[in-house]
């Protein structure tokens, strides 16, 4: 059975960094898929923040993180990571990362319906 843990979370003040890992079980990468890392606060849209195309770690962010936060994979192909950095009031939310299975790319990632493994989240606090 496929399982994706989040760990990482907590409460950070705004300009600190963070780094958030995303534990793959259950599965192995034969070939490339998509993994997502998406947030939502309370009483707002899920909104995708990060993707990376795990045959060739191509990435692509979110506006409002471009520049900020780092998305990545071990060697291992069983980890993902989210680094986040100079952290904004903003950014704090639940956490999430995914898994598509479905197809071979990340082309629109961020508009998918359909991802079909998530983990449990994680929460992030930035406080002002």
């Known amino acids: 059975q496929v399982r994706l843990e989040e760990f990482g979370g907590g409460s950070v003040q705004a300009g600190d960094s963070l780094r958030l890992s995303c534990v793959v079980s259950?599965?192995?990468?034969?070939?490339?898929?998509?993994m997502g890392w998406f947030r939502q606060a309370p009483g707002k849209k899920r909104e995708g923040v990060a993707s990376?195309?795990?045959?060739?770690?191509?990435?692509d962010y979110s506006d409002s993180v471009k520049g900020r936060f780092t998305v990545s994979q071990n060697d291992a192909r069983d980890t993902v990571y989210l680094q986040m950095t100079n952290l904004k009031p903003e950014d704090g939310a639940t956490y999430y990362c995914?898994?598509?299975?479905?197809?071979?790319?990340?082309?629109?990632?961020?508009?998918?319906?359909?991802?079909?493994?998530w983990g449990q989240g994680t929460l992030v606090n930035v406080s002002s």
């Open positions: 990376i195309y795990t045959d060739d770690s191509s990435t």
């Open positions: 995914a898994l598509d299975r479905r197809f071979r790319s990340c082309v629109e990632w961020s508009r998918r319906t359909g991802w079909d493994v």
């Open positions: 259950g599965y192995t990468f034969s070939i490339g898929k998509c």
